[in-house]
């Protein structure tokens, strides 16, 4: 459908990438779409949920299948084909949400989604007075923790897995007591607006810092990087933004990346335009925002943060080509002065996107993506 020459396409690409997609070396914009599990159903006319957990068989039989399929459209093999044995992985380990009270309930076709265990500010007093009285260690690791991980150790020679990635501060906060009642907080009981925040902030400092050392690590050698997902953060005015998300962003980062390689990442897959000169303040390393904002918007207030984006989701999960096309040329003729464009979805990757859309962005790339 699309000439591209994909040996030198690819060739090119690893040059692209370096440098945080900075350099000044690099022959093209970096290509950051590499599609997802969810793809596999629509590419080849499979049925079965996207948002769900295929067995681990059938799940390797769709990746190969798919695989085979990439390799002849896009020139690469996209998708895993080998998992960890199952009885490998650790027991789970509880999410913050769960901290605060919440539960992760799975609902076919959307996907996973944290109750809303608050209604009030009673409620929401009650909560913060309960986590700021818990033992964290105990009540975030399962009560057969260290026997499995002994375990998985002896037999299979791993450890927990290092993870530095958490749902942003806004996101959780409304999906804990409702978009509503959060926003009308910060006018009615600014005080307990701040607190919330603060809790916030802290437990996840010291849940990371337990999940370091339980990955083998102690403040001292391990790596650096953090990174929120943040969605709902659009919600927010600037001003309520700053008193609430922010601080928690600057603290986290200030304690787990503060080096200035580290990675400092924000996707917050909304429309973000007014909340850009606060996260600016932030120096993220990389960001991944709305289809609403273009290349030139974020690079006017963060020179230096590599943006994956900015094709519309929908743009590519439609599939209409000319569309994609259009699209990925206006995002890297914005690129060709400041560099540090990863053409990405302004948004997650979904099931319906085909990989002959992939190669329409490559083409756009190679058209009009040459540095």
Request: glycine share 6%.
């Amino acid at each position: 459908m699309f000439k591209v020459d994909l040996d030198r396409f690819w060739k090119a690409d690893i040059a692209a990438h370096k440098d945080n997609c900075f350099s000044k070396k690099s022959p093209q914009v970096a290509m950051g779409i590499l599609m997802s599990d969810e793809c596999v159903y629509t590419e080849l006319d499979e049925s079965g949920d996207p948002w769900g957990v295929e067995p681990q068989e059938r799940q390797i039989d769709l990746n190969k299948r798919y695989n085979d399929k990439a390799e002849n459209v896009v020139g690469r093999r996209l998708l895993p084909e080998t998992f960890d044995p199952e009885d490998s992985e650790f027991p789970q380990v509880k999410q913050i949400g769960e901290i605060f009270g919440g539960s992760y309930d799975y609902i076919p076709g959307t996907g996973i989604w944290l109750s809303h265990p608050m209604d009030s500010e009673e409620d929401l007093q009650r909560t913060l007075d309960s986590v700021d009285s818990l033992d964290l260690r105990s009540h975030l690791l399962p009560s057969n923790w260290e026997e499995e991980k002994a375990r998985i150790y002896e037999t299979y020679g791993k450890k927990p897995s290092f993870t530095r990635h958490i749902r942003g501060p806004v996101t959780l906060a409304t999906s804990l007591l409702g978009e509503e009642n959060l926003i009308y907080l910060y006018y009615d009981n600014p005080d307990l607006f701040r607190r919330f925040s603060e809790t916030i902030k802290r437990v996840v400092i010291d849940m990371f810092t337990i999940l370091d050392e339980e990955a083998g690590f102690s403040p001292e050698n391990a790596p650096g990087g953090f990174s929120f997902a943040d969605d709902n953060c659009a919600l927010f005015t600037p001003e309520m933004y700053q008193d609430f998300g922010y601080p928690v962003l600057e603290a986290v980062f200030d304690r787990f990346s503060p080096n200035p390689g580290d990675m400092r990442y924000q996707h917050s897959d909304s429309a973000m335009d007014h909340l850009l000169p606060v996260l600016a303040k932030a120096n993220l390393t990389g960001c991944n925002f709305g289809p609403t904002l273009t290349v030139e918007e974020i690079r006017k207030y963060m020179p230096h943060t590599r943006i994956d984006g900015q094709l519309a989701p929908f743009t590519f999960m439609n599939n209409d080509t000319d569309q994609i096309i259009a699209e990925v040329k206006r995002d890297c003729e914005m690129a060709m002065e400041g560099r540090g464009l990863n053409l990405s979805t302004a948004g997650s990757i979904n099931n319906g996107s085909l990989l002959t859309s992939m190669l329409a962005v490559m083409y756009a790339i190679q058209e009009y993506g040459q540095y």
